[in-house]
Nanobody
C-alpha cells in the first residue's frame, strides 16, 4: 500500500477551474494505477478518473469527459486532476486512490487518501 495526501480543493464559481494534487509515499509509485473518486452528500462514492501504471492510459466517468484531465508525474510521486468548466453538481469530497498494477476499469483501490472538499457555487 501507499500513503496518499490530497490537496487543492476549495470553493469556485461555476465555469471555473481547480487542480487537485495527490502526493504518494513509497518508491513504487510508478507501478500503481492511480484514480480519483468523489462522494457528494447523501450519495455513494463514485469513480471519476483513472490513469494506468503502464502506458498511462486514462479513463473517465462520462459526466466529466472533456472537462477533467488526470495526469501523473512519476518523478514527483504525484497524480493530478485538472478540473475545468466546473458545475455545481461536481461538488463533492474528492478522494485519491491507488491499486497496484491494476487494469480494472474502474480500479478497485486498496489505498485511499483522506479526501479534499470541492464546492462549486452557481
Amino acid at each position: 500500500q501507499v500513503q496518499l495526501v490530497e490537496s487543492g480543493g476549495g470553493l469556485v464559481q461555476a465555469g471555473g477551474s481547480l487542480r487537485l494534487s495527490c502526493a504518494a509515499s513509497g518508491r513504487t509509485f510508478s507501478s500503481y494505477t492511480m484514480a480519483w473518486f468523489r462522494q457528494a452528500p447523501g450519495r455513494e462514492r463514485e469513480f471519476v478518473a483513472s490513469i494506468w501504471w503502464a502506458a498511462s492510459r486514462t479513463y473517465y466517468e462520462d459526466s466529466v469527459k472533456g472537462r477533467f484531465t488526470i495526469s501523473r508525474d512519476n518523478a514527483k510521486n504525484t497524480v493530478y486532476l485538472q478540473m475545468d468548466s466546473l458545475k455545481p453538481e461536481d461538488t463533492a469530497v474528492y478522494y485519491c486512490a491507488a491499486q497496484y498494477q491494476s487494469t480494472l476499469r474502474p480500479p478497485a483501490p486498496d489505498s485511499w487518501g483522506q479526501g479534499t472538499q470541492v464546492t462549486v457555487s452557481s
